[in-house]
């Protein structure tokens, strides 16, 4: 079994800065299985979407909507997946759940909530 768990959410003005962390723990043979990495988001009465995504050989993916102002990374020796939000607009407010990927299953974070307000 593996764990994830977020933290670095919060309460940011339009133009701020948010970084998001997110810790895996649990069978070391499992997190040795993980490929793809993820961050995604949702709102209430939305399906959760995919914001940026990062594969076990660092290529990456993002949302149109974040293109440009979000960037993931990764640190394998530490088993933790980082989101560096940049220019946050009102819009990002949203949960944010990290997603780990192995051939078999894919394991979720329980969130962090980001709201972007003045």
């Known amino acids: 079994q593996v764990q994830l768990v977020e933290s670095g959410g919060g309460l940011v003005q339009p133009g701020g800065s948010l970084r998001l962390s997110c810790v895996v723990s649990?069978?070391?043979?499992?997190?040795?299985?993980?490929?793809?990495m993820g961050w995604y988001r949702q709102t209430p009465g939305r399906p959760r979407e995919l914001a940026a995504q990062?594969?076990?050989?660092?290529?990456?993916n993002y949302a149109a909507s974040v293109k440009g102002r979000f960037t993931i990374s990764r640190d394998n020796a530490k088993n933790m997946v980082y989101l560096q939000m940049d220019s946050l607009k009102p819009e990002d407010t949203a949960g944010y759940y990290c997603?780990?990927?192995?051939?078999?299953?894919?394991?979720w974070g329980q969130g962090t909530q980001v709201t972007v307000s003045s």
């Open positions: 997603n780990a990927k192995t051939n078999d299953y894919a394991y």
């Open positions: 990062i594969t076990s050989g660092g290529s990456t």
């Open positions: 649990g069978s070391p043979f499992t997190i040795s299985k993980i490929s793809n």
